[in-house]
């Protein structure tokens, strides 16, 4: 067996292992999000955060790629992916602030199935019998995490929710922009516009006073982690096709239930779990259905 043959063959573990890295590290952006918000307002958080991801951007993309990082062929489009994504990133803080994080991300995690009615709705898109029982399946989860008397926030709920829609939104763009742009450009524009923006709400809800220099601290983590789980997941799509890495972004959900357990001492209670379990198995279906799907579309064979 060559060596060649090897490298190919690994290339999907490899990039399931980068998925599996990279959520943990948006789950632990989760679990950062949710201390500091405790003790500071959302919006000032978020600028802060901007800041420091976008000299991250600078200093290690700009020498090696020049006026490239910013070049983009489609800027109207891309000012309203970042600010889809600003709008998100708020809702999101304040769905955290307000609840618990893995039933946060739980619900937040139910924008794969709205992506996929939004595609039909907006592109025109097919979707097998098969995968509209997975949504269904989805959405029954989605309500045994946010049910009624669950003793959730109805707000953070609401919050949450609003976040999914915002979130399948802005990956619908991606996947238009994605045609004509680059990742690093994509990437590099979604910093530079949440800079103004969180900066601007920030002002209307400062309470006079600036993060002491370990919340500074951690604040800058925070971006830097962001910066660095966005990076890495482009790497790992290098790697393997979306629909074959993507049933790994679910273990975001399980990494936030187990970090807020151990940081927060918060253990979901039976109906949390299962709900958290049903949209996880969801998830994972949609996307292992939608890569036969491709699979069969690309040898020419129909699916049924």
């Not at 990133?89 to 994080?101: K, Q």
């Not at 002002?203 to 925070?222: M, Q």
């Not at 918060?266 to 890569?291: E, N, R, S």
Request: glycine share 8%; charged share 10%; aromatic share 12%.
């Amino acid at each position: 067996m060559s060596d060649t043959y090897l490298q190919s063959e690994n290339r999907p573990l490899i990039a399931f292992a980068i998925v599996i890295g990279t959520v943990f590290l948006f789950a632990s952006g989760d679990i950062l999000i949710k201390y500091l918000t405790t003790r500071y307002p959302v919006e000032l958080i978020m600028a802060i955060r901007s800041v420091v991801g976008l000299l991250f951007i600078l200093a290690f993309f700009w020498p090696r790629m020049g006026r490239t990082l910013w070049q983009i062929k489609r800027p109207r489009l891309v000012l309203c992916r970042g600010l889809v994504l600003v709008l998100g990133s708020l809702l999101i803080g304040h769905a955290l602030r307000l609840m618990p994080v893995g039933e946060t991300i739980s619900i937040l995690y139910s924008f794969p199935i709205l992506v996929m009615i939004l595609a039909i709705l907006l592109m025109g898109e097919q979707v097998s019998t098969i995968n509209w029982g997975f949504a269904v399946l989805g959405f029954v989860g989605v309500l045994m995490v946010a049910r009624p008397g669950g003793g959730l926030d109805t707000l953070g709920v609401t919050l949450a929710l609003l976040t999914a829609i915002l979130t399948a939104i802005f990956h619908l763009m991606t996947r238009v922009l994605s045609n004509t742009e680059t990742s690093h450009s994509l990437l590099f524009y979604t910093i530079l516009i949440s800079v103004p923006c969180s900066f601007l709400f920030a002002l209307f809800t400062w309470e006079g006073y600036f993060p002491n220099l370990i919340d500074l601290s951690l604040i800058a983590l925070l971006g830097l982690i962001i910066i660095a789980a966005h990076y890495l997941l482009t790497v790992a799509y290098k790697y393997a096709p979306a629909s074959l890495v993507a049933p790994a972004n679910w273990v975001h959900v399980v990494w936030a239930a187990l970090l807020s357990w151990l940081f927060f001492d918060h253990l979901p209670d039976q109906w949390t779990i299962l709900g958290m379990l049903v949209i996880i198995a969801a998830g994972v279906g949609i996307a292992i259905k939608t890569h036969k799907e491709n699979s069969n579309h690309s040898t020419g064979t129909s699916v049924s």
